[in-house]
Structure formats: structure tokens, C-alpha cells
């Protein structure tokens, strides 16, 4: 008797997230000190964001600093009531990976304690800056996270000039502690600010991330976006290509998901 193997497409995943809210990085790199409720991210960037995600019936995780949802309480209160996911995104967007472990301690459980008193059980954490440091996963398994959305690797510059990339593997680390990596060039802000090759303009950006979206799933991958709504959020140009590139996963049978639902699922 003959055996034929037979190959299963599994369905592609994107993992739709977007960091930061407000002032707190401002705060933390000693430009401002009090919440500015007319800046274009509160006016614009998030009223737009929800909008987009709406209108494609989508849910992300947002990961907002402590700081930011103590100050910004209706911004919190329309996130969650639109649906959408809330992890916890340090406390003023500090280096995370540069503080010890008592300080660390204190952004984390301060940054809870704002979002349990705005009705969020945080059950995700992304560190700012992204990388996740020597003391985090301990501290969050002790705090009750079950995921966290950093990486291991400083910050990269380095553009991929192909779109071979297909994407990253969801695992458990050691500790049992669900880990949803990402790529740094599958962020806004390295793109259209940090990386002096990044992509700057929109649509080109929303090709390249298409291309990307395509090789992820012909393979069955998952794939992890990162936007911040005061980056794509407040540019005509910048939301298109965001809405090009979320019309392509959908359009491509990716299950787009809050980051808590793809960590449910490793587990």
C-alpha cells in the first residue's frame, strides 16, 4: 500500500497592534509634563485609527503607557468600548531594557494599577522602545501577564530590500510565558522616521508590507504590524496605506487578531 502525503494550508494570522498614546514620551524625555488633549494623536490619530478598524470590523491591541491612561481616560473608555484589546506599554515610555530591576517593578505594577482603576485587565505587555531587558518576563509572570509582545534584539535600521520575510514564530519561553515577536521593519515609525533607508513614503510602504502580507500567506505564517496612531494616523497618506494594507490581509484570508487572541492559541 502507497502513502501520499498531504500538504494543509493553515490559514495566515496577522497579529494588529499599535503602541503608544498621549504624552508620556514626552514626559519621559523632558518635553512636557502635563497631558495635552488637543495634540493630533487625541484629535485625530486615535479618532481616525478606531474609525478604519471600525469600518473593516476589525479588533487590535492597543499598548498604552500607564501615564497615558491615567490622563487620558476617555481615549481608554472608546477603546474598549469599540471593542478592542488594552496591554500595557510601560509607564512614560521609558528605556525599558536600560532599568534595573526594582524600577522596572514600578513601572510595571503602577501601569497596572492605572488600568485596573479604567476597568482593563491587562493580560499583554509590549516594553517601550520594544525590547523586553534582563528582569521583564519575571516580573511580568509575577504580576499575572500571560503574554508579552517584545523582542530580545536592540533596535534595528536595517530594511529588508525583499519580501521574503515570513514572519514570526509564536512560542513559549521558558517560563511559560507566551512571547508574539515582531520584525523591526514591520513598524510605522522605523519606516517613515527612525531608519535612514526607511520607507518614507506611504504608498511604497504599503506595497512593500503587501508583498510581505502575500509571502506570509502563501506559507501559512503569522505576521505582526505595528502602528502608532500619531504617526499614521493624523497623514491622509499614511491612513490609506494603512487601510491598503489591511484590505490586503483580509482580502489574502488572514484571520486578523487582537495580540491576546494569537497568545491564547500558542497556548
Avoid at 481608554?76 to 517593578?105: C, M, S, V
Wanted: proline share 5%; charged share 20%; glycine share 8%.
Amino acid at each position: 500500500m502507497s502513502f501520499c502525503e498531504v500538504s494543509v494550508q493553515k490559514t495566515p494570522i496577522l497579529c494588529l497592534t499599535f503602541d503608544n498614546l498621549g504624552a508620556a514620551r514626552s514626559v519621559f524625555d523632558g518635553k512636557a509634563a502635563v497631558p495635552d488633549l488637543t495634540s493630533p494623536d487625541i484629535v485625530e490619530g486615535y479618532p481616525n485609527t478606531l474609525k478604519l478598524l471600525r469600518n473593516l470590523g476589525l479588533r487590535a491591541t492597543f499598548f498604552v503607557e500607564g501615564w497615558s491612561a491615567l490622563h487620558y481616560p476617555g481615549t481608554i473608555e472608546t477603546i474598549l468600548a469599540e471593542g478592542h484589546e488594552i496591554g500595557l506599554h510601560g509607564w512614560i515610555h521609558e528605556r525599558f531594557a536600560e532599568l534595573d530591576q526594582l524600577r522596572a517593578t514600578q513601572c510595571i505594577n503602577d501601569g497596572l494599577a492605572v488600568l485596573s482603576m479604567r476597568g482593563v485587565v491587562a493580560s499583554g505587555f509590549r516594553a517601550p522602545g520594544g525590547t523586553r531587558g534582563a528582569h521583564a518576563e519575571a516580573i511580568l509572570l509575577k504580576s499575572g501577564f500571560t503574554y508579552d509582545s517584545s523582542v530580545d534584539t536592540s533596535m534595528s535600521m536595517e530594511i529588508p530590500q525583499d519580501t521574503s520575510y515570513t514572519g514570526s514564530e509564536v512560542r513559549r519561553l521558558p517560563s511559560g510565558l507566551v512571547n508574539i515577536p515582531w520584525a523591526w521593519f514591520m513598524i510605522d515609525a522605523i519606516h517613515y522616521i527612525l531608519s535612514p533607508n526607511g520607507i518614507r513614503d506611504p504608498s511604497d510602504l504599503a506595497d512593500y508590507w503587501r508583498a510581505i502580507l502575500r509571502n506570509v500567506a502563501a506559507r501559512g505564517g503569522v505576521l505582526t504590524i505595528i502602528f502608532h496612531p500619531h504617526i499614521s494616523g493624523v497623514s491622509t497618506e499614511r491612513l490609506a496605506a494603512m487601510e491598503q494594507v489591511l484590505r490586503t490581509a483580509i482580502g489574502l484570508g488572514f484571520e486578523i487578531l487582537p495580540a491576546r487572541e494569537v497568545a491564547s492559541r500558542a497556548r
